[in-house]
Every structure is written in structure tokens, then in C-alpha cells.
């Protein structure tokens, strides 16, 4: 069994940025798409961020655009979530998913992922 496992969440002031890390266990993510996902306390898990198999397609959600970058290594092995500008809204368990693919399709959905890390969290001080 596959499992992702986030890396780099904390505590920032806002305006600061974190780089958050997602690795697949014992194997690398070169068959994956892959996304990002948050969920704030009483709130629905919303999508973030994805990135296709390639690393071609990207997509993001319009409350970070510009501030947020999705971004794979050459290898496959970690996908990152570069998050620059954040703002106290922005605080939440930040969680990778990812979903068998080979096409330049990205994801945005959450049943349209399968695996999922166990989250790290995120925690932007006004």
C-alpha cells in the first residue's frame, strides 16, 4: 500500500511563506497526478492545487492564485506546494492526494483521488 506523507507545515505570521513537501512511501509518484488539498476547522476539505503526471498542467484555486505554486521534481518522487504571501484564511490541515494517471489532466475534485497523506498543519498569525 502507497502512502503519502506531507512535510513542512508550522506556524507563520502572515505575509511569510512555507514549502510544503509530499512524498510516496517506499516508491516514487511517477504514475500519479497529484493535489492539494485544505480543510479549516468546521469546514469542508476544499481544493488547493494540482498538477498533472507530467508536471505540464497545473491548476489552482482562485483564493491563491499568485500566491501559491504546485510543482513536481524531474524523478517523480516529492510534489511540492510553494505557499508565498499567506494570509491568516489561509490556516488549515493541508493535505497531498494523488490519482493514477498518464494524460496532462489535472485534478480538482476529492473523489477523484484515491490516496491520501494524513495532513500537516498550516498556521498563518495575523
Known amino acids: 500500500q502507497v502512502q503519502l506523507i506531507e512535510s513542512g507545515g508550522g506556524l507563520v505570521q502572515a505575509g511569510g511563506s512555507l514549502r510544503l513537501s509530499c512524498a510516496a512511501s517506499g516508491r516514487t509518484l511517477s504514475d500519479y497526478a497529484m493535489g492539494w488539498f485544505r480543510q479549516a476547522p468546521g469546514k469542508e476539505r476544499e481544493f488547493v492545487a494540482a498538477?498533472?503526471?507530467?508536471?505540464?498542467?497545473?491548476d489552482y484555486a482562485d483564493s491563491v492564485k499568485g500566491r501559491f505554486t504546485v510543482s513536481r521534481d524531474n524523478a517523480k518522487i516529492t510534489v511540492y506546494l510553494q505557499m508565498n504571501s499567506l494570509k491568516p484564511e489561509d490556516t488549515a490541515v493541508y493535505y497531498c492526494?494523488?490519482?493514477?494517471?498518464?494524460?496532462?489532466?489535472?485534478?480538482?475534485?476529492?473523489?477523484?483521488?484515491?490516496?491520501w497523506g494524513q495532513g500537516t498543519q498550516v498556521t498563518v498569525s495575523s
Open positions: 498538477i498533472s503526471w507530467g508536471g505540464g498542467s497545473t
Open positions: 492526494a494523488a490519482k493514477t494517471s498518464r494524460s496532462t489532466v489535472t485534478y480538482t475534485t476529492t473523489f477523484a483521488y484515491a490516496l
